[in-house]
């Protein structure tokens, strides 16, 4: 019981993370026409603003955050970013121009840039064993996130476009309180690390975590892996309504289905079947085959030309996801403890960095080979994209780390 309602807070804390984003995509199109005027095309160039805006802080801020709760502890870092996010719902809930937008957007960023934070915290707490499968959860709880947030977001659309701003403020309010009574402090004298500005930025932060070794290999080249993992997987948000209407015919209907199939596929996975798939085979074996899922899944979403075939796979796709808490598992095991912080905050800027470019690349291969003008047609070439990605991620993985016992 002493972990258990930590973690519960932590759970929530990353799906409202989630379901903060989600929560208001539904009205954003609405109510930047209501703010600014114009026509659906303008309101989804500010749109694009918007999304790229939270995502630079997020690249920017992550490090810091992370930092600051290595020196000054992870409970005040997460207690205060949910208050601060709670007040910037309000803000945009009343916001009367574009600009107060922008602004909600780039402070909504660096709140959000807590996860790093919040998997920080869980590697405290967790055992050696058990830091890959609570990483897991961590994933899980932004999966029920993903799946809920749209879903709350459209229903409470019905009562204008500024109600689902007071619902993000009123679970983000609520989670803090909860956090206030059941949070504990798991930064100690032992493991608190001075603070020094000139090591928050992401850049030199991933300097100094690039000079680490795990016991199987070196850690910077997993720092790559985690990159071409993440930027391969923005395909999903960044093309699959595009790419399901123009090769299968989807309706609005049924791609919000499907998406709610591959939430509810990564909470089973990332939920369920990480602390198995560790226990029988190890972090690097779990790593290998779970990058190994991804790049076939990958290749058959983009081949497949029936689209009942490709929602049945987006089960069997989602196995994959077991990859990249098991290897956040070994940096984890790499970092020393006071650096977890630091470790989380630049794997929520790799993360960031790839939500900056991956949408841009994979739109613009998806527009190229949909075109006109494209040397063949294949709607499904962002998916290849895509796969070749995530098997250079595997290669690199395979060659870097070596088998080290049990755990390898």
Known sequence: ?????????????????????GLIMPVMPKLIQQVEGGDIGNAAIWG????????????????????LSDAFGRRPVL???????????????????????????????????????????????????????????????FG????FGPMLGGLLAEYGTRAPFYAAAALALTNALFGMV???????DATRRPFRLS????????????????????VAPLLWVVFL???????????????????FGWSPGVIGISLAVYGVSMVVVQGGLIRPAIRMFGDRRTVIIGLGIEVIALALV??????????????????????????QGILSHAAPDDAQGELQGVLSSIASVSMIIGPILMTQVFALFTSDHAPFHLPGAPFLLASALMALGWAVFATCQRPQGRYA
């Open 79 to 141: 207690l205060v970013s949910l208050l601060v996010m709670a007040a910037d719902y309000l803000v945009m809930a009343v916001a009367g121009s574009i600009w107060v937008l922008v602004a909600g957007r780039i402070v909504g960023g660096i709140t959000a840039a807590t996860h790093s934070t919040a998997n920080a915290y869980m590697a405290d707490i967790s055992a050696s064993k058990d830091k890959a499968a609570n990483f897991g959860l961590i994933g899980a709880g």
């Open 302 to 327: 983009a081949l497949l030309s029936n689209g009942w075939l490709v929602m049945a796979l987006i089960p069997i796709s989602a196995l994959g996801a077991i990859g990249l808490p098991a290897l």
């Open 229 to 247: 993992y993440h930027l391969a997987n923005v395909v999903y948000p960044a093309v699959w309504a595009y790419f399901t209407i123009a090769r």
């Open 144 to 147: 029920v996130g993903f799946v």
């Open 182 to 188: 059941v949070l504990r402090e798991t930064v100690t």
């Open 1 to 21: 019981m002493t972990n258990r309602l930590p973690i519960l807070f932590i759970l929530i804390t990353v799906m409202i993370d989630a379901m903060g984003i």
């Open 48 to 67: 694009g603003v918007l999304s790229t805006s939270f995502a630079m802080m997020q690249f920017l801020f992550s490090p810091l955050l992370g930092r």
């Open 199 to 218: 090591g928050a930025n992401p850049f030199s932060a991933f300097r100094s975590l690039s000079a680490l070794n795990s016991t199987s290999g070196p």
